[in-house]
């Protein structure tokens, strides 16, 4: 059955985060699952990135003509990132193991492109569309900077990782109307039940 792409599919905030968290409650080994299982969604996901993710992209459209070929870059890039990130977010600093694996998967991801990159343009100027295993890695690569990473956070609902861009840094949730009002809920029904037995 296809996904459907919606906005909320993209609270993590960057590309290479978006992309991480296609793996649903990562961790729960009975209840998670892969929505790139099938191929054919990292085209629909590279698809919908290029309109929820046009400013990370700076306007450039995202391709994916043949998925099965790139499948196994874009999965590397994936789980190298979320290995990487996931750990600097609880250990609270960057694990050097974790590194080789990251950097290799990136540069896999950008072996074929010809783009010229720069500040200015982290994802070229070119009018063609971008291949989607190099979007990825220059996203993945961008999650190093201090910036950034001082603002992840893993969603403790649903596990996603995301970039806190609140003023304060003080955000809790990957997505305050989907996991923030779930929690809510929950809490709210605990209070509830709490009363009736203590009542």
């Keep these: 059955m296809a996904v459907s792409w919606t906005r909320h599919r993209f609270s993590g905030g960057m590309l290479a985060l978006d992309t991480t968290n296609t793996v649903v409650l990562r961790g729960d080994a009975g209840r998670s699952f892969d929505r790139f299982d099938d191929p054919a969604e990292i085209a629909r996901f590279a698809a919908a990135a290029s309109g929820f993710r046009a400013d990370e992209l700076r306007g450039r459209v995202l391709a994916a003509p043949d998925p099965k070929a790139i499948a196994g870059r874009v999965l590397a890039i994936r789980e190298a990132t979320d290995r990487l990130m996931r750990r600097s977010v609880v250990e609270g600093v960057l694990a050097t193991v974790d590194m080789p694996h990251f950097l290799n998967a990136c540069a896999d991801g950008l072996t074929a492109s010809r783009e010229r990159l720069s500040a ?43 970039v806190d861009r609140s003023r304060n840094g003080s955000r809790l949730w990957c997505d305050m109307a989907v996991c923030g009002n779930r929690q809510k809920a929950r809490r709210h029904y605990s209070r509830r039940k709490e009363e009736v037995v203590n009542g």
């Excluded at 190099?134 to 893993?154: D, E, F, H, P, T």
């Design 120 to 162: 200015e343009a982290p994802f070229g100027v070119e009018s063609e569309p971008l291949a989607f295993e190099a979007a990825l890695a220059v996203s993945a690569l961008s999650l190093l900077s201090a910036g950034i990473m001082s603002r992840l956070r893993i969603c403790p609902n649903c596990n996603w990782l995301f």
